[in-house]
């Protein structure tokens, strides 16, 4: 399908794809998240690579059958490493005529249409805004559809089951899943397993799901697909052995933090307040309270901000985290830290704005907050993750390099990381190496901004410590006291040391790579966050095809690599794409004086792979 | 002060720290200082398990002066930033320290959240009636028509009463006291101490700069006996230079009086007991304001119930994630194996 | 809608925006917005002069479905932005709607200010004791033990009573309503509307989705009568379905307890008046809890005072500066002249 | 004196000076302020230019006779035109110990100190921490010494008035006031008059003051100082003609807004939150309410934002003001006012951070959070102004730009800007264009977001007008209808108008000016704000020693000038001298790739003319 070449070969009369994207559509209450999950954990068992994404509903629970109400999953599986979600879709699964009318423009001109004929009812169609049956009246142009009565046949299948109609329609999603395992030649087995436990306490709607799941698939199987080659196989790809599962960025991050924090002895307290896309963080750790986390739900995100600084005074690490706006409101209180000198985790899941802007919709727009954000010379450390399962390893350098610098660090995430999932080999966390935290303890020469001479770290010395009582605060304080001072000269001192301390944090992490062999000349294309997918892949694709392209990938957004500059100035062509109007592209201008060229995207979407190999083929041609 | 000196009782001086104080001569604020001193000194605080937090303004540069550990934080914010000191470690002994535009105006919210979720704090609020620090404009408890650089032509708005606004808020220990009034204020800073959760207390101060006097009404000297009201739990609430004034609740009404007693037939069963379990004698012994009324001082307000912080530390186990533990919970759910 | 309209008796349709309401099916919100519109109508408001102003949330979605003017703005500061729009344009009539965690989380301090400087506005503040824009979490004025994804194993924190927070910051307009009683939240909204001053209304309102049935033990048709008190000024407290319970202050002391009529004793005279004026009367009847007491709606508190727009506008003269006033001020003070 | 040539000739005896500086210093209930500020008034009735900066303590009232409780006041003033309040000082009044320790490293070594010997009793002198007597043990150096026991002289002076000793002790700065008169040749007159009108309620007070005033200036005439000429005078500068008075960066800004507001027939709403140093504006602003100004003190920076913006919604003006750490709790809302496209203006008196930093010394240092300071892409404009009375120009086009591109505008202002003074001629307002805001009224064709096409501003439409009810709010809405939209396509469009609106701006403001004929190579300096005065002497001086300099200030700090890229390509070696850690040097390499060279300064105090000719002498030579 497209963005995959069909492989020669193959058991039965299936058609064999390097990879293929599938997208689940249907009401919010319809349950695609689910269903994309099962078939997630199908095809990674299957031993494919693979990529999710799913795409909630700005609203809660919007009236059925609206076009705002529809719900989605994509995942994009195949035989080849996978990078992202995939640009287009190969199938659609459209549970009603809204799911069509939201997702059809994304399917490629050839690709399959599976759609619940049963819920294209008159007052359906009307509701998704279409005036004629989009079925019948040409607008799905070439695409393949399989047109079956879901819901009839769902019907069908438990007529015996004694279940209620109500219950029984319920089951639906697991009829279409039945079809795309059928398509796809996925084992039923285990999701049959899993839905005996899921409905453990309710054994006849286990077995009316399981039913419907293999009528589904008896749909397949049977005659009534004949005519045209719907079924499929993608192979197993190369990975890596290991022990797997998938992961989502928020997933990775709450893991990492608390490995960090367990790499480092030391207790998380964090703080924060609900925020779409950020809130996932807040649950996923609130759920690990038996585990020594301590999660403080606070009134506002400066509270949030400060109670973590409370806690990272008083010897915890203290984390906070929100989106966007939220930040914004920390910006004060990072001034705090900065001043005081204390260890803090900030992460920040971007989403589209300005202002409440799109909640549910990604964008990378943050970059200059975290970096410039806050009144004042107030650097701090700046780290963005590239994909779901690097915010571990980000969260745990966020730990160690706030904790051995005593700063505070910002982690960049985003909406598509924070939900998007990818398979992850589980790393072998108790064979990390540890870092734990020192806290002061001699009083002999103690005042609380004595500083490690290799670091400048200040002494981190904690209330409950005989003998170090001192007293610390947002006001200029002498480098050689700790005490407040308005000397003209110790400002100049201590502004000084605090962006020294920051611009020795470049010593202590590893130097730009770049993600493969670069070429020398041509183009090359520098990125952070969560462009990862798309710009590794567009660049393989056109080095594949014989072209000068090299990819640099950021993780430290500041201080940046100390051997960065070096690598940029190799070359004349320097490609930024973000999914903001420049910002990265701005700071390497105005630190290495590199003509670095933005190449933006601000639609709320992440690039598509073939719009990157468009533009970096322009730069190329030019 | 080092930790040897647990062995000796302390004294006052012993929490007193090395900073010169940079506070106006003649500033309520000093008294206050005393006090607090004279209250770790009686009750033996452990100089490394006490910390003070403070915001911003005159008031909040109260940990400087004190040799325990302080955090002088940022504008409003000490209430957020005391919660996550409890959060990290419930054991310590933590003091906040605030002016009224520090905890009112720009801090309101933080104070409201800390009090109802009774964190295990002593909340004191300074009120002079007026930012000092910025010099001199009028605060959210400047009575109405308060000329400052701010509001020349007199303040419009009308103040929250801070206890009220505490009440409100559902703390569970509210207290008031008068900066120079020291042995009262002794003994109300004891009390509070003694109080697990969040003990609120309002102390009149007078900032002789840019409000002196605010307070005269019932603060001076000259009017104390006959303009306040020392409220102390199962007594009855007289007062007087005479102590032959009381309040009484005006029958079958909602509305407290004073009475003169053994006048107009008003006998010792008439006079209001003190119920510091009941809020709304709270309330009314707040609202009572001079020159009709005398000013209610002591403790109106208390009814313990599990701290926030106490609370939290149940639902928590104890030390920092361990490895393995994360290991399991990375493994609960669906995995897979491939092979090599 | 136009302006022609004013000519004619308005229906509340003519007050309901052509945008698709995106609340889920079955929201406390429908109900609210269908009683607001209702109001509007009764009230004949004039579309062009009425403004909503919101924060965000579920709620706070409430003005993009009305045909005025609004403005949606940012979590928790619509108080402010109101507080605005009320110093540029007095004569605007501003309705701020907000959720339990707009008004009293984020925005606790903004309302604080709003109800105690007495801005004059219909405040209405729709608590369905969740989160509900951001998928449920639990919220300040959710009870403890509420089970949310931020609190899996139980909220510990105690919630913060809104009508009694109103009262403790000054309020001088405190009432309640529940979302589907219709006929009592429209006479309370209109009370509200012609209030001049802050008027704060805490509606009770389901959100199905998250918090189902919250507010069953006391708003639930089966219980109404027995679990609700309607008060009303001058009128005796009575409820229960054959209207032969009632409010009692306990003799001699500072608390209400229920009484059966004509029961041990207890007569008419026995039997609570309401009296909208007493603030410690509506502090008693808002902290009634089911299932020991009724819960109390209605207006528990009015008593007018000047409103602070209009105490600001009486101290500023109108319309823009002049040029001409300009040059006075520049002029005032010590000035020179250096000649050609 | 320093930085001053002895001119030829004058009347009498005394010398004649190009320029000299004065600095008043004594506790702070010494009246210094007052002193200076009357010295001041009587110079430039003399007819010299001049410019001032007082200095306070951070403390509010501290312990009388502590070096942290000394208040000074400073004074440049010239026969030619006076840019800066002088690097050091020539004369130095000292009313005591203290004042003498903290300001005497900034005389000059051949300076002139007037003492007042009777401070400096044992135990002030251990007060400011002297362990001997200053005057006597060498610690002066070569500084000339006037030693007079003030305060036994006023009394003396005063013994017949009937005053008590301590109020004829509160007259004891009248009496260092006229010894300065005498010594530079001041008239007497008007500040008899101005004594009598202030204490008119107290004319014993009043008469006091007067006759310590001609006690100090009859000791000054007699011979007790004979031996040395300590008789100055320093002829009339050539100003040009005009009504004349000093103002403050405060005052200015002040009355800027309130001509912005006025010439543009709208309603100001001054929304606020006390803090140093911005505090003047809001009180100088209350003061105005009998003349249509409305002031708000709000409950925080973030209600003052937003009630600003719920002002401009309602069809005010909106103005906002704080310094730093307040300006960092605005960024939300100025979120806000970006997405709804709403007038505001934002004065930031910047001060010393991060965090509460050193609040009454002046730095340059949240450009970065004027610029950048905020989630997502959201840009808006920014000013800055150069001294005190440029503020009023800037104030108006901060007034202007908002209205006509519906947007927020920074104003950045900082600590010693808004304290400083200088003579300004008095604009003839009521001569300048108007530029009345048109408010949307015609239903036809309105929505909220329809457009400007020349300045992509969109309407302006305010509650109160029949027929254009809408609603407006922080999220996405669509380009076409005003509605919310969260339509991928719709949000790219949205984010472009909203930067292209901005930039935009660019070709309303004037092209960027050199601020003399620009010298070909050599050295470019290019500043902003408060660093104009001393860039601009040092720069003078150095053409006027013949080296190629030139000096590039700007107002416009976001968006820049239009034609600024190319001024600035014209040149090798660019500095760019900044009370901060190189924003400004930062934001002009990544716009242009120019290699702009920060020269940094973060000691809460401005540039010295010296400091920035040895740098710039150091560009030329390298
Ligand atoms: C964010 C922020 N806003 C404003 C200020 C300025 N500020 C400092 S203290 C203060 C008010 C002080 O009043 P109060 O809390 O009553 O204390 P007091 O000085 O009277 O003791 C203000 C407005 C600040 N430091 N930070
Ligand atoms: C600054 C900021 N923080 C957090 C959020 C996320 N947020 C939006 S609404 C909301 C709470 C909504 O609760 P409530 O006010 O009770 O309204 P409801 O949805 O229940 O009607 C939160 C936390 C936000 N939009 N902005
Ligand atoms: S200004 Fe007032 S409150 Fe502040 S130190 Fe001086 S007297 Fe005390
Ligand atoms: S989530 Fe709850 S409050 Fe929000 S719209 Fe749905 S039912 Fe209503
Ligand atoms: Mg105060
Ligand atoms: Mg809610």
Partial sequence: MEGSAALDGGREKRRVLESAVVRFAGDSGDGMQLT?????????????????????????????????????FQINFGARKIMTAGDRVDVLVAMNPA??????????????????TGAFTDRNLRKAGYESNPLTDGTLGDRRVIEADMSQRTLEALKESGLSKKDSLRCKNMWALGLVYWMFDRDRNSTTEWLGGKFAARPDLAQGAVAALNAGHAFGETAELSGELNAYSVPAAHLAPGLYRNVTGNQAMSWGLIAGTALAEIRMVFCSYPITPASGLLHLLAAQKDRGIVTFQAEDEIAAACSAIGASYAGALGVTSSSGPGVALKSEALGLAIATELPLVLINTQRAGPSTGLPTKTEQSDLFQAVFGRNADSELVVIAARSPSDCFACAIEAVRLAIKYM????????????????PWVLPEIESYPKFPVKFREDPEGFHPFVRDPETLARAWAVPGTPGLEHRIGGLERDADSGNISYDPANHQRMTDLRAEKIAGVAKDIPEQAFEDTPCEGGVLVVGWGSTFGPINRAVSKLRGAGLPVSHIHLRHIWPLPSNLGGLLRRYDRILVP????????T??????????????????KPFLIAELEAAIRARLES | MTAAMA?????????????EIRWCPGCGDYAILKAVLKTLADVEAKPEQTVFVSGIGCAARFPYYISTYGFHTIHGRAP????????????????????????????GNHLLHLLRRNLDVQFLLFNNEIYGLTKGQYSPTSHAGTRTPSSPTGSVESPVSATAFALGAGARFVARAIDTAQAHLLAVLKQAHGHRGASFVEIFQNCLVYNDGVHDAFADRSVAAEMQVLAEHGQPLVFGKDRDKALRLVPGQLTLETVSIGRDGVGEEDILVHDQTNRALAGLLAAMQPPAMPVALGVLYCDPALSYDHAVTAQTSAGPARTGDLSEIMRAGSTWTVKG
Avoid at chain 1, 407 to 422: C, H, M, Q
Avoid at chain 1, 578 to 585: D, F, K, S
Avoid at chain 1, 587 to 604: F, I, T
């Fill in chain 1, 36 to 72: 994309g999950g099962r078939f997630t954990l199908e095809t990674a068992l299957a031993g494919n690579d693979l990529a999710t994404f799913p795409d909630f509903p700005a609203e809660i629970r919007a009236p059925v059958g609206t076009t705002y109400g529809v719900s989605a």
């Fill in chain 1, 99 to 116: 799911a069509l009318k939201v997702n059809l423009l994304d399917v490629t001109p050839t690709g399959l249409l599976i759609v619940d």
């Fill in chain 1, 578 to 585: 973000e999914m903001n109007r420049g910002q990265l592209a």
């Fill in chain 1, 587 to 604: 700071l390497l201008r105005g630190e290495y004086l590199v003509p670095a060229e933005s190449l933006s995207k601000v639609n709320g």
């Fill in chain 2, 7 to 19: 062995a000796v009782k302390p004294s006052p001086k012993d929490y007193a720290s090395d900073q």
């Fill in chain 2, 80 to 107: 957020a930033v005391a919660t996550g000191v409890k959060l990290a470690n419930p054991d310590l002994d933590v003091w906040v320290v605030s002016g009224d535009g520090d905890a009112l105006s720009i801090g």
């Fill in chain 1, 407 to 422: 700063t505070p660090v910002i982690v960049l995430s985003d909406g598509y990381i924070a939900n998007a999932s990818e």
